[in-house]
């Protein structure tokens, strides 16, 4: 059929003990490109159906040895059931209404044309095509708002706890630290979405985006005429948005002082008023504040105010860098790589041994949300099948952070050989030692790819890597 984008052939099955209709129907749609099945009696149909789905079922409601009506329901099986299209004889009107309370899709009248039976299939299979596109575009929407906080290790096991328990406290307000890409938000959603003002909304506001005047607008509203530019009406701002859900406060750390006493006062009273606003209006919102900064010290050197630090700071999550838990790579590369193959419609299946190795040993300073632009990118140059090595952008192996923890202390060369290789050789096994045998980095600050390293240790004989641990998926 011409102009469907279907998934795959559409199947259709064609149910009647009348071999001259089966083979007459047959035709027409094999012809139209359409795979179809044909069974004889009730029973067969009922077996092949069992076996796997169909698009249309074309069904005879005389069947012998089966009770007519009844028996459309059972070919309506699965989560998306088959269309069915009941064949009757001529003029039977009642059976009509009947069978369209039984589910059917359409009924038709024997004797049938030929133009008949194709404008019905092809009205059935537009409509069935609609409900896959909307099926994947919901997929897709719980995907993109998904709250999953995938993770099996101590640090993020730790994170889990702590949201189911500031989950069940929904008035009390959560201070979450990490650093930037680590999650902070998406853990935000998800001590919101656990908690029981699930049902109101999840606000989020960048306080670094603004200027003061504008975020104290965006946060309070204000009433008519409040500022040069202020509309006639006024506006709600985001603390009454949030009613009855809660507010993130994302960037805290970089609030301005004014703003930081008025956000006090909302936390101790409960109430606020709109910019140019006389009256105090009652707050029924969760706060939810997020930093990368260290908040502490910013109190001790008098840039965030102590009474705040202390009201925001009730709960406090700490989300743990990607490189302190980097047994979570795998599951999260496989995860990201599931979810971005299947939006970019890629059949990719993995990574090689390698690339994942690389992936662990990376130390990740842009922390989950590089990971997943890394993910992103191997999809998009790796054509099909598995991840490997050569499909990772350049900086997964190269550049690393932390570089400053590397001992610059002076080679001292040992023993009587003053050869070049005798330097390399001890260069090598310092670098390893230094970085740990972290292959990636070590083949960074040597400036040579990882095979090279690799080919360098055997040849020297440097000895066996120590064994890591390692998750595998
Ligand atoms: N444990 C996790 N499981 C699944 N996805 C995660 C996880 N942690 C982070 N992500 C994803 O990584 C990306 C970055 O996370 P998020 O925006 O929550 O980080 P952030 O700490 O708020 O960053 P920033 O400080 O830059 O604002 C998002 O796409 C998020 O969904
Ligand atoms: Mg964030």
Known sequence: MKNLSFPGLPRVLIVDDEEGVRDGLRALLQQEGLHVETAGTAEDGLRRIEARSFDVVFLDLNLPGADGHSMIGKFRVGTLPADVLVLTGYGI?????????????DVIEKPFSRDRILATVRRVLEARQLKHELAGLQDRVRELTS????????????????????????????????????????????????????????????????????LE??????????????????????FAVASGGALFLDEIGQMDSSLQAKLLRVLQDRVFRRVGGVHDVPVDVRIIASTNQDLRQMVQVGRFREDLFYRLNVMAVQVPPLRSRAEDVPLLSHCFLDQIGRQMGKAISGFTEEAMETLTEYSWPGNVRELRNVIEHACIVCPIGMIDEAHLPKFTGG???????????SLVLEGQDRSIRALESQLVAKVLEDTDWNISRAASILGINRTTLYNKIRAYELGQRPLRSKVMV
Do not use: W
């Open 93 to 105: 009107v009642a059976k009509a209404v009947e069978s369209m309370r039984e589910g059917a899709s």
């Open 147 to 214: 709250t999953e906080l995938v993770g099996l290790s101590s640090g993020i096991q730790e994170v889990r706890t702590r949201i189911g328990q500031v989950a069940h406290a929904p008035d009390t307000t959560v201070l979450i630290t990490g650093q930037s890409g680590s999650g902070k938000e998406l853990v935000a959603r998800c001590i919101h979405e656990q908690s029981d003002r699930r049902h109101g909304p999840f606000v989020a506001v960048n306080c670094a985006a603004l200027t003061e005047a504008l």
């Open 217 to 238: 607008a965006e946060l309070f509203g204000y009433e008519p005429g409040a500022f040069t530019g202020a509309s006639r009406q006024g506006k709600d701002g985001l």
């Open 399 to 409: 550049t690393l952070d932390g570089s400053d923890e590397i001992d610059r202390t």
